[in-house]
């Protein structure tokens, strides 16, 4: 293998480390939504996937979990199933590309290197997967929000929510798995495929004395 296939995969396995560490933080970061409310300048609120906090200007949080899981609305359970989707397939591509990696073993064999390669595709096609099941949520909260700020109907002295920390880190986790998984899909398309060795024969004319076009006739 060559030079550039051994940067790619080094390069895609770090990024791939760091984008699921984003992508676990934003799934346990409360701050997916964020607001303020003009009566009570001190205060902020803050909504995320498991706990809802209440943050003060002096620098006290509070925080309080959802007491029931069926009691939740339908986009908050659907922004859990898919962010633990998300981590999930993560976790798997990395287990699953991480044996394929030229510097943790490398192959000598044809059959060897092909069993590498596709792990290695395996583990990018998995990682890209989760970052499009990371973006998902993040994007439709983001939606969900953007839509409720721009709502004529409501008064404008009601407080609406703004955007929160957690979803600018869940779109940077959700592009890098992405660019991680084409950085391991690229890394074994610019590899070097050893051919397969072919074994030579050699034969040997065995010459006979008597031609063989000759026959003896008898009377």
Known sequence: MDTCACALEL????????????ALATTLLPQWLTMS????????????????CVVQDVGGMECRAYDSLLGLSSDLKLARMLMCASL????????????????????????GCRRKRTLIILGGVLGMISGV????????????AV??????????????????????CGWAGGFLLIVAGLLLVTSCSCSQVEPQPV??????VMSTGAPLGKRSEYV
Request: net charge negative.
């Open 11 to 22: 390069l895609g396995m770090l990024v791939y480390v760091g984008a699921w560490l984003c």
């Open 37 to 52: 409310t003009a009566l009570l300048p001190v205060e902020s609120y803050e909504l995320g996937l498991w706990e809802t």
């Open 88 to 111: 999930a397939v993560g976790m798997l591509g990395m287990l699953v590309a991480i044996p394929g990696l030229y510097l943790v073993n490398s192959c000598k064999e044809h059959r």
């Open 133 to 144: 099941l990371c973006l998902i949520p993040v994007s439709y909260m983001a939606h969900l």
């Open 147 to 168: 839509i409720h700020f721009f709502d004529d109907t409501v008064p404008d002295v009601v407080p609406r929510w703004e955007f929160g920390d957690a979803l600018f």
């Open 199 to 204: 074994m030579q024969r050699r034969y040997q």
